[in-house]
């Protein structure tokens, strides 16, 4: 149950469930995300790619446009319902696009599902192709931006409605709860199977130019870092992936 302002009434919440492609791994996502979008950046669609390249069969984070899809929680909205580990031993597997790249992705060891696209204290992106409507129905998200269109591999590629950067409107959304005094807690101790220690993540190579005027992948692998995003527990708020 939920307060709604604008009607001064309290209000069931919406309970929609994620859950990977074989189903061993599930949870309860409460009410409608805080926004949602495709990423179209070079970080968030290398990674995805790495885990789909794996041919594990499970869900894509990507879309039909190429871009990483994916629904903002805040983590007192999110409740894994099963466990997320097993005989001591964690049932995803971790990912990070460059070797000191942040934020963390995950994806199911049961079955190559990929979870989330980044994961904060706070807030977790998570893969919207595995989100199912109470009923047991796909979770239809209608007409979503496309954002970080200038950092893609190939802008053209990606249809209307579609912005360079993020909009302002998403900023807010982000901004709002982050810095709300009623804001959730962060995820608890059940969940730390979820923030892996950076030995225990694969590596997803930069084999392109961090130059966001270079839209081609390059041939010889750059150094480059990848931008991490920081949620309100660090200095500044950075919607960088």
């Excluded at 919440?13 to 859950?19: D, I, K, L, R, S």
């Excluded at 097993?86 to 971790?94: D, I, P």
């Excluded at 192709?129 to 007409?143: A, E, I, M, Q, W």
């Excluded at 409605?161 to 982000?174: E, N, Q, W, Y």
Aim: charged fraction near 20%; aromatic fraction near 8%.
């Amino acid at each position: 149950i939920r307060y709604n302002l604008a009607t001064g009434k309290f209000e069931n919440m919406v309970v929609y469930t994620w859950q990977c492609s074989c189903g061993k791994i599930k949870a309860n996502l409460k009410g409608k995300p805080c926004t949602q979008f495709n990423c179209c950046c070079r970080s968030c669609v290398a990674a995805s790619t790495f885990i789909d390249d794996k041919g594990l069969g499970g869900l894509s984070c990507r879309n039909e446009s190429g871009g990483a899809a994916v629904l903002i929680y805040p983590s007192n909205r999110v409740e894994f319902t099963t466990d997320l580990s097993e005989n001591g031993q964690s049932l995803l597997k971790f990912i990070r696009v460059g070797e000191d790249g942040t934020p963390y992705r995950c994806y199911t060891k049961c079955c190559g599902s990929q979870l989330n696209n980044a994961i904060f204290p706070n807030l977790i992106a998570i893969n919207s192709n595995g989100v199912l409507n109470p009923d047991g129905t796909k979770y239809d998200r209608g007409h979503v931006l496309n954002v970080k269109v200038s950092e893609s591999f190939d802008p053209a590629m990606f249809p209307e409605p579609k912005h360079d950067t993020i909009t302002p409107g998403m900023l807010v959304a982000f901004l709002t709860r982050l810095m709300n005094p009623a804001h959730p807690k962060p995820f608890d101790k059940r969940y730390k199977e979820l923030f892996p220690e950076p030995s225990e993540c694969e590596v997803v190579p930069i084999t392109w130019e961090d130059n966001v005027s270079d839209n081609k992948i390059n041939g010889e692998p750059e150094r480059a870092k990848e931008q991490p995003m920081q949620d309100s527990s660090s200095s500044g708020m950075s919607l960088s992936c």
